[in-house]
Nanobody
Framework: QVQLTESGGGLVQAGDSLRLSCAVS????????VAWFRQAPGKERDFVAS????????YYPDSMKGRFTISRDNAKRMVYLQMNSLKPDDTAIYYC?????????????????WGQGAQVTVSS
């Protein structure tokens, strides 16, 4: 089993930056990738970014390129999401997710483990 715990959410103003953290514990040797998803009120949960747990390659869908950066620190067992130039449309619950299977771009259905989520609210 793998446990994921997010931290770093909060209320910020448009244009601010925020860094989310995800602490990864348990059988990390079984993981292929860790990702961030987000879910705004009344909307589906969307893929934001992912990173290979061992190799370090990253993947962003076109809609997320430019303002968000995913990184990891394997020694600390942490994955981060740096978010810059935040907009009110970025308001959502951000979830850390992990999968054992190969592939960096993956849907909700392919996630093996979820964190509890961190609320990010961007005011205008």
């Amino acid at each position: 089993q793998v446990q994921l715990t997010e931290s770093g959410g909060g209320l910020v103003q448009a244009g601010d930056s925020l860094r989310l953290s995800c602490a990864v514990s348990g059988r990390t040797q079984s993981l292929y990738a860790v990702a961030w998803f987000r879910q705004a009120p009344g909307k589906e949960r969307d893929f934001v970014a992912s990173i290979e747990w061992f190799g370090g390659r990253t993947y962003y869908p076109d809609s997320m390129k430019g303002r968000f950066t995913i990184s990891r620190d394997n020694a600390k067992r942490m994955v981060y999401l740096q978010m810059n130039s935040l907009k009110p449309d970025d308001t959502a619950i951000y979830y850390c997710a992990a999968r054992k299977g190969a592939g960096l771009g993956f849907p909700v259905s392919a996630v093996d483990y979820w964190g509890q989520g961190a609320q990010v609210t961007v005011s205008s």
